[in-house]
């Protein structure tokens, strides 16, 4: 799997350089994740915006994302997403689960609101 890690102060920006994010890729992506919240980071915007395809690992992979990183009051982003994978997160109702934002630069924002309000929006049980 091909992508660009970003370590900001606050934040990771994931960017997979992938089209599809399907069963070969999913795993990859899962780990990728797992790794980058292993290493401390609380805060992450996976930026979707060169893939065009995701199946349904790769909406799995997003699940464990959003999962582990609102565990310890974090927050998972998801940015760019394009209109096929967009189409996708409504039929699965994951665009109301998942926190979805259209620019990076909405993200940087989004983080920083989160952490000043303590990330109390995902510590929901």
Known sequence: MKYTIDKKEQYVVFSPMEEKIDSLLA????SELLTIHAEGYANIVLDMSAVKYVDSSGLSALLVGDREFGRNGGIFLISGVQEHVMKLLKISMLDKKLNLVNSLEEAGEAVFMHE?????DEEEA
Do not use: A
């Not at 795993?27 to 899962?30: A, D, E, R, T, Y």
């Not at 000043?116 to 109390?120: H, L, V, Y």
């Open 116 to 120: 000043i309000d303590g990330g109390e």
């Open 27 to 30: 795993p990859k992506l899962k």
